[in-house]
């Protein structure tokens, strides 16, 4: 294996909040491709030194440390070369950016930007920026008193979906990005048709589906996660969920360092690592603690939300170690 080359490289934004990219010169590696502009990090030098440095000599930007944080860290291997890429937001910076290399340079809406092409290494980063950084999943809300005669009605239903409603009207106001509904003890069918409900009522967040991605394609659902069951059904059929599911955003549920290799053999977008912290539904379960969390995040290039005895509290812990964010279930229910 090459060895390997640490990069640190920034997403900057302006107070406009657009997001700044730079065209690659058509004679360097992977050239002609849009990325996010940094460089190498110098042997004993510091990303965050290295960033400043590099930032300056390439844009003429000064940039504010205390107006940036890490966004994701990626491992990449090319068939040619291997690199690290240290990547941090910056929401804040001195001077008028410009080419001082003579590159292109263009601030795009952030909503742009799937629309552009970026060096393969680049992926993880697009997605950790597209991606939301709290996400609320539903609690398992029982259905004994609402059946009639054992069977789901049209009323049952509708009460059913009022309580999913309920919890993810306080989750949003509570700070949830998105809202996942994992309800493995409903029929396939009632999943659907609260899934349906939900993304309706609440067409301001993404609503995430925990289910397979057959159902999901057959729906015409964007956005899935699979459970770690799942996720290693595929794996041990070496089949690409990426390859399978048409939808937008795939995401899996990890809980060691093998599911998380699995999650990257099998193509998701993001996965889930738990647990975090002790949780009162798993007592019986050792948590990883932020100190082993940290390192199962650093080997992938996957954004990685923090599960498992959380709330918004830790925001902030899981993203300066490297994470997506949190998600939970009762962190968001107070």
């Known amino acids: 294996m090459s060895k390997l080359i640490h990069v640190a490289a920034a997403a900057i934004f302006n107070e406009s909040g657009e997001l700044l990219l730079a065209l690659r010169n058509s004679k360097q590696h992977q050239g002609g491709l849009w990325e996010f502009p940094g460089g190498k990090v110098e042997p004993g030098e510091s990303a965050h030194d290295a960033l400043t440095r590099e930032l300056h000599e390439e844009l ?14 990626v491992p990449y291997h090319y068939p040619d070369k291997s690199v690290l890429l240290d990547v941090f937001r910056v929401n804040r910076f001195s001077g008028d950016a410009y080419g001082r290399e003579g590159q292109p340079l263009k601030w ?9 092409q970026f060096p393969a290494a680049n992926k993880p980063i697009v997605n950790a920026l597209l991606l939301p950084n709290a996400i609320a ?21 509708t009460e059913l979906a009022d309580q999913y409603g309920r919890f993810v009207a306080q989750a949003m106001l509570n700070g949830a990005d998105a809202i996942m509904l994992r309800a493995k003890h409903l029929d396939n069918s009632v999943q659907l048709a609260l899934y349906t409900q939900l993304a309706e009522r609440f067409k301001s967040r993404p609503i995430i589906w925990n289910t397979s ?17 799942r996720l290693q059904q595929l794996d041990r ?98």
């Not at 991605?213 to 069951?229: C, F």
């Open 108 to 116: 795009i809406r952030l909503s742009e930007l799937p629309n552009y």
């Open 237 to 334: 059929q070496g089949l690409n969920g990426r390859d399978l599911f048409s939808g937008r955003w795939l995401g899996a549920s990890c809980h060691s360092l093998e599911q998380i290799q699995q999650a990257e053999r099998v193509g998701v977008d993001y996965i889930t690592l738990s647990p975090v912290q002790q949780t009162p539904s798993h007592p019986d379960t050792a948590p990883l603690g932020w100190d082993e969390f940290t390192r199962l995040v650093s080997q992938t290039r996957l954004p990685v939300y923090a599960l498992g005895g959380v709330s918004l509290d830790n925001i902030d812990t899981a993203i300066h170690v490297g994470g997506q964010g949190i998600a939970a279930i009762s962190g968001f229910r107070c």
């Open 60 to 73: 003429g930007i000064t940039i504010d440390l205390a107006a940036s944080r890490p966004l994701i860290q």
């Open 137 to 157: 999943i539903t609690p398992e809300y029982s259905t004994e008193a609402l059946l009639e005669d054992g069977q789901m009605s049209e009323s049952c239903l």
């Open 213 to 229: 991605i057959e159902a999901a394609n057959e729906a015409k659902v964007p956005v899935i996660h699979l459970s770690s069951d």
